[in-house]
């Protein structure tokens, strides 16, 4: 086989250069280790910027995000017995989007399937060869494949093959807890999202529809889930967010599926080795705290597909040599900002940091000047910035 760009893995990062690519005449194949039943019914993100909402509207990919999404003005931070709004809009004049990742990912695959795309789902031992000269090898059904191709990107995670042919720096931060995730089958019991600091560990309320709440509980690193009935969970979650505060309530009902989530922050730099390039979680981790893992991978590959369309079709490689230093400037600033909602909202067990971590939310909720820099991250920077 071959094509014009090899890319591995097929979730929104892949799809979404595929669909990119093809807008600007350049050919891809894409294969993917997972069934697409798994990739479009695995759990993950469900903040949308506004800068990658107004991305996916301009390249025909908007149309269900905006019927069915929820748009929110902003956030709510709270700890014990106080809890603030703060307005995006106000502050920045321009808000988030509450549509899963899972949506996402049956957009991008409903339309590269109308558009004819070639995907390789349940794929075995892929392995990227030669970044001077680069193919692609993998295994279906027992038959080896070989896949050449200009340019191969990688957009298959941080445990993917495509990294080990990039060398480079790694930079790494493990954190000592982690999340304990549930999806629940009850209205959410709030209008945008509540943010909750506490002695017992952070927690926050989400929500997927108007009839899915997903809610996260910080737990201990090595938190074993069977220890967590329904029961615990929905008790943890009503003191941690302050059921009964000022008459508000948090309303249970069926939960229909529970994960542990490690809490993890990956650098990897640089982003290119020759001809072979990074994109998404291949390239960078941020914990989940500050909404930024998808919308990272979307502007990875916005940056990114123009770079492989001048590259290919006019053999122009200014793009392509600056598409690294260009990521990840808005990585770090992401990488940045993960860190900084992370560190102000999780309990450590040190009553010094918690008296630090309530002066820092008493700033932001208080000041103009520290909301206004929550709100400009949260809602987005400029793709490209």
Same mark, same amino acid.
């Given at each position: 086989m071959r094509t014009q760009v090899a890319i591995i893995g097929a979730g929104p990062a892949g *799809? *979404? *250069?595929s669909h990119l690519l093809a807008a600007g005449g350049v050919e891809s194949v894409v294969v993917e280790t997972r069934t697409r039943d798994y990739v479009e019914s695995r759990i993950r993100a469900g903040i949308l910027e506004h800068s990658s909402v107004e991305l996916l509207k301009s390249v025909g990919l908007g149309d269900r995000l905006t019927r069915e999404g929820d748009e929110h003005r902003g956030i709510y931070l709270q700890w014990p017995a106080e809890r603030h709004h703060i307005d995006f809009h106000d502050l920045v004049g321009r808000g988030v989007w509450v549509y899963g990742q899972t949506e996402v990912q049956k957009d991008l695959g409903r339309a590269r399937d109308a558009a004819g795309q070639e995907v390789r789902y349940d794929v075995r031992d892929t392995q990227v060869h030669d970044p001077d000269d680069p193919y692609v090898t993998f295994?279906?059904?027992g038959v080896e494949t070989r896949l050449d191709a200009d340019v191969v990107v990688g957009c298959d995670? #941080?445990?993917?093959?495509?990294? #080990?042919v990039v060398p480079g720096r790694t930079w790494e931060r493990t954190y000592g807890y982690s999340w304990l995730g549930v999806l629940a089958s009850v209205a959410p019991s709030t209008d945008e999202l509540i943010y909750a600091w506490h002695p017992d560990g952070f927690a926050l309320n989400s929500m997927r529809s108007p009839t899915v709440t997903r809610l996260y509980l910080q737990v201990p690193a090595d938190t074993d889930i069977g220890e967590w009935s329904d029961e615990r969970i929905w008790d943890a979650l009503a003191t941690r967010l302050g059921h009964g505060q000022d008459g508000w309530k948090l309303t249970r009902g069926p939960i229909t599926e529970k994960s542990v989530l490690p809490m993890r922050s990956l650098v990897q730099a640089p982003m290119r080795h020759s001809r072979v390039f990074l994109a998404g979680d291949a390239a960078h981790i941020v914990p989940p705290t500050g909404a930024k893992g998808l919308n990272l991978a979307v502007s990875d590959v916005a940056l990114l597909a123009p770079a492989l369309v001048a590259l290919v079709r006019e053999?122009? #490689?200014?793009?392509a040599d600056e598409y690294s230093d260009r990521a990840l400037r808005r990585v770090w600033r992401c990488t940045h900002f993960s860190w900084w909602m992370t560190t102000? *909202?999780?309990a450590s067990g040190d009553e010094f940091d918690a008296q630090l971590q309530l002066s820092q939310l008493r700033w932001v909720a208080s000041s103009v000047a520290g909301s206004t820099g929550l709100a400009e991250n949260y809602a987005g920077l400029p793709i490209g910035f």
């Open positions: *799809l *979404l *250069l295994t279906v059904d995670g #941080s445990f993917g093959p495509t990294r #080990s053999k122009d #490689s200014r793009l102000m *909202l999780h």
